[in-house]
């Protein structure tokens, strides 16, 4: 039963290659081979080099992310997995400069983001970041049209309409943007989620969990722009999620335990990153070794 | 099914509100408020009636009965002294059981400050006999006044003069001419005080306060009365009965001392009344204010409240637990509130004492009704606020426990249906009261009932106005995008803006209303003048003088001497007695003038100057004595001692200006003021009337009564009163400010910890701190300046329908208060600064990681 059900989604996913961007495609197979290892031809989006974070101190301190060093290259999808409380959504959190690293750097397009201020911090989330979360995306008080060009309007400019237009009828809500929050389906909130974090053309998208509270159909649906934005806008993506069907959307996926990255799978399908994680006690047990 | 037990309920509540400490506090403070301003107002009012009664027994110690004269009904006659006759006196100290008598003479006089002008606004200057025996001087320098020409003054006007030991003052009174005294000791009163009721006072030999008081005439203002021993005051007022005959009246020294506490309640009534006033409003307001916090707690326990359904609790108990919660707010803060107001009434007491009774002593009086009045106006309305949000908690479904967070805003049709009923009903019966459909008295009624309906209507429909009124003011902010975002915040919940805005509103209705009245009246008063009066600059003194301010004939002919004069006129005034009843009478020596001047017309006769024994006549006056041209009739003036006969020989149209007799300047030594007490002056067209004004007021140097004004002078000087009554309730508006202030922060507080989650995904999209700050600040400011212009826009109609119900009265001219108003747009702006300090550094400040958190 388990199992069926994820080959069905599994066979949803759009891994026809004719989708794809010949360059991204490029990208996709030099991911695949060597991990962490920048090649001449593609760039970087985010980098985080020795990053280290920790919460509480003495007896009750836990560290959330011990010594992290990973890339995630521009135009890829990148899908992070990882157990409940391995560091996902902190990793994250210092990725897109909404906390601080203990130790380390993190880098994002040319500017580092480790110790900034709160102000160019905001305008760095503004300007280079988008951001999807699992709920409470969105303002109940805009249209659904408003809270696409949010960002743009906190910046006091305006998004290329030509651009916005695209995604939304890319996303297909053409028809619900004059729409409030409280219209929309749990579904449509997250489409509308996705169109305002690609808005801006931001270097890279965060999302944490996106479909965590949609039924199956509608997180197909916003897993499926994802993919669409990689491919088509060459859009950087960086995912966290624990859904396997979810990640086999993702060009790439990075494994934590105990806030190290223990594992880095190219091209994953929801039958490998299931089996991964069939034995991912090994690999944690492995990780700990190493690490002591 | 179980059922919670009640002890349980009130210890979650209790539990819950140590949890809000901070919001119930700022809630509470608009109770604490409100019970303050009403024990305050009863404790003032007790405690200066028994300060006033102290003073009074300490002033009469030993005194058992007082003999006064008669008191004359008609105001005429009054203007000169009665007094108790020396015979009566000489009467009385002979009688059985007087152990002794002493004698006062006392009344009101002018004397010059080092200056050369009178003394004294509004308090009075006395002048008094010392007396053989005086126990309630105490002498501070020099000596008692000894010969006529000697005068021992209070500590109050040797201060207020700068006259001091061995200076010469000037006096004088109604009847006599101005007399220089040498001051040859100042003295206080018992208790250290500089004065008794903060009038300043002038002690002469008893001969020289004759003089001065009663035109030498050898009677008293006052016999005090010691009995001998072993007789009673009840008895020796039997007893003095024949030697006082009809012309005086004794008294007990109680009931004299009822008297005077009656007539210091009535000036101290009105500020009891005025914080009295104060307190129920703030009362009113506090209703909107707790009915909005404990919406706003209810919102957001909803879930817990559903829970607390699902395992059992009733509906009664979740009632019951609100209501308990109220009950706790209302006696913890009804309880500070009596603490503060009864603090507050005694140190105003003290504060009034000084003022008014010049009195260091003060006897402080916590009547058990402050205390109570106090509190159960508080508790009552802290529960009956949280009675509608609690009986809709209670209708909580227990479902509600398991759905989802978002709900829609539930509707405000039935508050909208009844407000507009009710605004209708109000405006119906203002249309009838105003277009006199209700018959005299009733229309007025109308008019003030539909003026109350319409507020409460208009307050009730606030949560439907909100909406297009806050998109409107969204214009004011449409350039910034935190603008934008801080205006649809405060569209978001009607009901809540609303609730918020309507302590500013009420407060500035009840403010603009009355502004708005008050000026209309200043207003209508001034065209008046503008449109009838043809003199341009006035010669008179102030209305609210002790003395009635009059001036020496002999500057008229330099005031016609100044160059741009084209005419100038004086007038004398008496309120005399014609043919059996009491009128006011002018006397001039240019009668064509004075018509002409004032804007009036002669109807029958001719305007040219009246002889000795001619009258002129206002056409109402003569209707109303029957008199017509030709006619003879007998007047005797206020100091005349035998009836004058004159013949109607000019009938004057109907016009206030002209109201009342005219004779001319002949009889004018019988008149209670023997001098003029106004000139009009005409200044020639294309003169310049600044430089004649420079020119009046130069002649009238040696005139400390009067002084020149114009028009906008004299119908100020006319106005003061209402000047002092928008100053006074401009403070209303100060009150309803601060319970704004607490409405506003306690609003936005709530609103920002409910929207904490979006608070912090719109600071990790990319937000500043600087613009969450001006959202929240818009926000605030929006909220306020909503109840401001609602509050505005129904003050200045309520203002303009009570005006137009007293066009008749003469307010004629409905005018707005523009300054006024715009200052209050001004105060709600601050408010709404103010109040959005502590909510927007919250705002500011949301912990991202926290706020995007899932639970
Ligand atoms: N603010 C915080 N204070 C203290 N500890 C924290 C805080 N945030 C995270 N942690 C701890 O850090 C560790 C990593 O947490 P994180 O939220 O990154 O895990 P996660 O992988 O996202 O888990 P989940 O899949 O449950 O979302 C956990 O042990 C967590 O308890
Ligand atoms: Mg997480």
């Not at chain 1, 995630?72 to 906390?99: E, N, R, V, W, Y």
């Not at chain 2, 000791?185 to 009721?197: A, E, I, Q």
């Not at chain 2, 203002?221 to 020796?236: F, Q, R």
Request: a negative charge; one cysteine or more.
């Amino acid at each position: 039963m388990h199992h069926t059900d994820h080959q069905r989604s599994a066979g949803a996913v759009p891994r026809n290659p004719e989708h794809r961007n010949p360059r991204h495609t490029d990208t996709f197979i030099e991911s695949e081979s060597v991990v962490s290892t920048a090649s001449p031809v593609k760039t970087t989006a985010v980098a985080a080099q020795g990053v280290w974070k920790a919460y509480g101190s003495g007896e009750a301190q836990v560290v959330a992310l011990r010594d992290v060093s990973v890339e995630f290259a521009s135009g890829a999808f990148t899908a992070i997995m990882g157990p409940s409380g391995s560091g996902k959504s902190t990793l994250m959190h210092c990725l897109a400069g909404l906390d601080t690293t203990d130790r380390g750097t993190v880098i994002i397009g040319d500017s580092t983001v480790t110790g900034l201020g709160d102000k160019a911090l905001t305008k760095l989330r503004r300007d280079k970041i988008g951001f999807i979360f699992q709920q409470f995306n969105l303002l109940p008080t805009l249209t659904a049209e408003e809270n696409i060009t949010l960002p743009a309007a906190i910046a006091g400019t305006k998004a290329d309409p030509d651009w916005v237009k695209r995604i939304i009828h890319t996303l297909d809500l053409t028809d619900r943007l004059s729409h409030k929050p409280t219209e929309l389906s749990g579904g449509q909130q997250q489409r509308v989620a996705c169109a305002r974090a690609l808005a801006t053309r931001p270097d890279v998208v965060f999302a944490d969990e996106p479909t965590g509270n949609l039924d199956t159909r509608s997180g197909t649906e916003v897993l499926n722009f994802l993919r669409t934005s990689v491919d088509d806008f060459g859009q950087t993506i960086v995912m966290v999620t624990h859904d396997p069907t979810a990640a086999a959307y993702a060009d790439r996926v990075v494994f934590l335990a105990d806030g190290q990255i223990v594992e880095d799978m190219a091209d994953p399908t929801a039958d490998s990153v299931i089996d991964k994680m069939k034995h991912f006690e090994e690999l944690v047990a492995a990780a700990q070794e190493e690490a002591a | 099914m179980t059922r919670l037990r009640p002890q349980s309920l009130l210890r979650t509540t209790v539990k819950g509100m140590a949890a809000r400490k901070a919001r119930l506090a700022l809630t509470g403070l608009a109770v604490v408020l409100g019970a303050a301003f009403i024990a305050a107002a009863l404790v003032l009012t007790a405690s200066i009636r028994s300060t006033v009664d102290d003073l009074n027994g300490a002033a009469y110690a030993g005194v058992d009965l007082l003999v006064r004269p008669v008191e004359p009904e008609t105001y005429g006659e009054r203007l000169v002294r009665e007094g108790v006759s020396a015979e009566t006196l000489a009467a009385v100290e002979a009688s059985d059981g007087v152990e002794r008598v002493s004698t006062t003479v006392s009344w009101m006089i002018n004397a010059l400050d080092d200056n050369g002008k009178v003394v004294g606004g509004f308090a009075p200057t006395s002048a008094v006999n010392w007396g053989d025996e005086s126990t309630d001087r105490e002498l501070r320098e020099g000596r008692a006044p000894e010969t006529d020409g000697e005068v021992a003054v209070s500590a109050k006007f040797a201060t207020d003069s700068g006259l001091g030991l061995g200076d010469t003052v000037t006096a004088y009174s109604m009847t006599s001419d101005k007399t220089e005294y040498a001051i040859v000791g100042v003295y206080g009163y018992p208790g250290g005080r500089d004065s008794l009721s903060g009038g300043t006072e002038l002690a002469f030999t008893t001969e020289e306060a004759q003089y001065l008081v009663f035109d030498g005439r050898d009677v008293y203002s006052m016999v005090a009365v010691h009995a001998a021993d072993g007789t009673s005051g009840a008895e020796l007022l039997d007893a003095l009965a024949p030697a006082v005959g009809a012309e005086a009246e004794t008294v007990t020294i109680e009931d004299y001392s009822a008297e005077m506490s009656a007539e210091t309640a009535e000036i101290t009534g009105v500020i009891g009344n005025f914080l009295l006033g104060f307190g129920l409003v703030a009362v009113f307001v506090s209703v909107f204010l707790i009915a909005n916090t404990f919406s706003i707690v209810i919102a957001g326990r909803l879930k817990e409240i559903a829970m607390m359904r699902a395992i059992g609790a009733g509906r009664g108990q979740i009632v019951r637990s609100v209501l308990a919660e109220a009950l706790i707010l209302g006696a913890l803060a009804a309880l500070a509130g009596t603490i503060v107001g009864v603090a507050g009434g005694a140190g105003l007491t003290s504060a009034v004492a000084g003022r008014l009774l010049d009195s260091a002593q003060v006897s402080v009086a916590i009547p058990p009704s402050a205390v109570i009045a106090a509190l159960a106006v508080g508790i009552g309305v802290t529960v009956v606020s949280a009675l509608v949000p609690a009986l809709r908690a209670s209708k909580t479904p227990p479902v509600e426990a398991m759905r989802a967070a978002v709900k829609a805003d539930k509707p405000i049709t039935g508050v909208t249906v009844t407000g507009a009923v009710v605004t209708a009903a109000g405006a119906a019966a203002m249309a009838l009261g105003l277009t006199g459909s209700l018959g005299d008295r009733a229309d007025l009624a109308g008019v003030g009932i539909g003026a109350g309906l319409v507020f409460v209507g208009v307050t009730l429909l606030t949560a439907w106005l909100s909406r297009p009124l806050v998109a409107a003011l969204g214009a004011l902010w449409s350039w910034s995008f935190a603008g934008k975002l801080g205006r649809r915040n405060a569209a978001r919940n009607p009901r809540r803006t609303a609730g918020t805005a309507a302590a500013l509103m009420i407060g500035v209705t009840l403010v603009t209303a009355t502004a708005t009245l008050l000026t209309s009246v200043k207003a209508s008063l001034t065209d008046y003048f503008q449109d009838n009066v043809k003199a341009e600059l006035f010669v008179t003194g102030p209305l609210t003088a002790a003395v009635s301010p009059s001036f020496d004939p002999a500057v008229m002919d330099g005031i016609r001497e100044v160059e741009g004069v084209d005419h100038a006129v004086e007038m004398y005034y008496d309120l005399a007695d014609i043919d059996g009843t009491e009128q006011y009478v002018n006397a001039t020596t240019d009668f064509a003038g004075i018509v002409g001047l004032f804007g009036g017309t002669v109807a029958e006769g001719d305007d040219g100057a009246l002889a000795d024994d001619e009258i002129a006549v206002n056409a109402w006056a003569a209707e109303d004595l029957g008199v017509g041209m030709g006619d003879t009739v007998t007047a005797t003036f206020s100091r005349g001692t035998e009836a004058r006969e004159f013949t109607v020989a000019a009938i004057l149209d109907d016009n206030e200006n002209t109201d009342g007799w005219y004779v001319a300047a002949t009889y004018t030594d019988e008149f209670y003021t023997t001098k003029p007490t106004m000139a009009l002056i005409d200044v020639a067209d294309g003169g310049d009337v600044a430089a004649v004004t420079a020119a009046v007021d130069g002649l009238l140097a040696n005139e400390p009564e009067v002084s020149v004004q114009n028009h906008e002078d004299f119908v100020a000087e006319m106005t003061v009163f209402y000047d002092f009554a928008i100053i006074a309730i401009q403070l209303l508006l100060g009150l309803a400010m601060v319970v704004a202030v607490i409405g506003v922060v306690n609003t936005l507080v709530l609103s920002v910890l409910e929207r904490t989650r979006e608070l912090g995904m719109l600071r990790a999209i990319g937000m500043t701190r600087g613009q969450t700050t001006r959202m929240v600040t818009v926000e605030s400011v929006t909220i306020a300046l909503f109840g401001a212009i609602l509050g505005i826009a129904v003050g200045v109609a309520l203002g303009w329908a009570i005006q137009s119900a007293l066009v008749e009265t003469g307010i004629e001219v409905f005018a707005v208060p523009t300054a006024l108003i715009a200052g209050y747009l001004g105060a709600a702006v601050l408010v709404g600064l103010l109040a959005a300090i502590a909510p927007a550094v919250r705002a500011s400040k949301v912990d991202i990681l926290a706020a995007i958190a899932y639970e």
